[in-house]
């Protein structure tokens, strides 16, 4: 299957500093990628919609000037993390579809970076 | 908002014996879902998906059953193995612009 690589797999930093997270479509191109943000036993909850040369679309309640998303390539999707605090403390995933949006496609996920804020 | 729901938030099986996993929908119009996989740390794994127009689907010792009228889903494992040990999440897809919804999730524990 199609492969999403997602880097670092984990970062601690310091509060008050930006964490950026890379997202990348390795096999296929990806006009739209999501991110999802998941706490200890809990579901993946879905932060945005990457689309590639446009502005992201924020799912109610995230703060778009809190996570910043930035799809320049077809392959690459970036979110950054600005003036972090503990309680961004998370694990964030990203994922793919190879297919138009609105397509009945399989959704490929990276492997989830671990966010530590202290 | 739509939301996928999960009946049980833990299942316990024996190894070997078969494990059903069940989801609840609210999205009368979702016509696409997906069952994944989660193993601790790691990013959501695909398992099996279906299209509205079909009520069953089968992989390799896994089944997934759509009850449209009643807006639930299952996933069977069958000869669950210890390996079989995750967390297991359904997703709904939005038709508005492919967005994957997930429901709670249920912890799957294998016993050898």
């Known amino acids: 299957g199609a492969v999403v690589s997602q880097h670092p797999s984990w970062v601690i930093c310091k509060s008050g500093t930006s964490v950026k997270i890379e997202c990348r479509s390795l096999?296929?191109?990806?006009?739209?990628m999501f991110w999802y943000r998941q706490f200890p036993k809990q579901s993946l909850m879905l932060m945005a919609t990457s689309n590639e040369g446009s502005k992201a679309t924020y799912e109610q309640g995230v703060e778009k000037d809190k996570f910043l998303i930035n799809h320049a390539s077809l392959t690459l999707s970036t979110l950054t993390v600005t003036s972090a605090h503990p309680e961004d403390s998370s694990f964030y995933i990203c994922?793919?579809?190879?297919?138009?949006?609105?397509?009945?496609?399989?959704?490929?996920f990276g492997q989830g970076t671990r966010l530590t804020v202290v | 908002g739509e939301s996928v729901g999960l009946h049980l938030p833990t299942l316990s099986v024996q190894e070997g014996d078969n494990s059903i996993i069940n989801c609840a929908y609210s999205?009368?119009?979702?016509?696409?879902f997906i069952w994944y996989k989660q193993e601790s740390g790691k990013g959501p794994q695909f398992i099996i998906d279906?299209?509205?127009?079909?009520d069953k689907r089968q992989g390799q010792r896994v089944t997934v059953l759509l009850n449209k009228t009643v807006k639930h889903l299952s996933l069977q494992i069958a000869a669950t193995q210890p390996g079989d040990s995750a967390v297991y999440f359904c997703a709904e897809n939005d038709n508005q612009g492919g967005k994957l919804i997930f429901g709670q999730g249920t912890e799957l524990s294998v016993k050898p």
């Open positions: 279906i299209r509205s127009n079909m």
């Open positions: 999205n009368s119009a979702s016509d696409y």
């Open positions: 096999d296929f191109q990806a006009t739209t």
């Open positions: 994922s793919a579809r190879a297919g138009i949006p609105d397509m009945n496609t399989e959704a490929f």
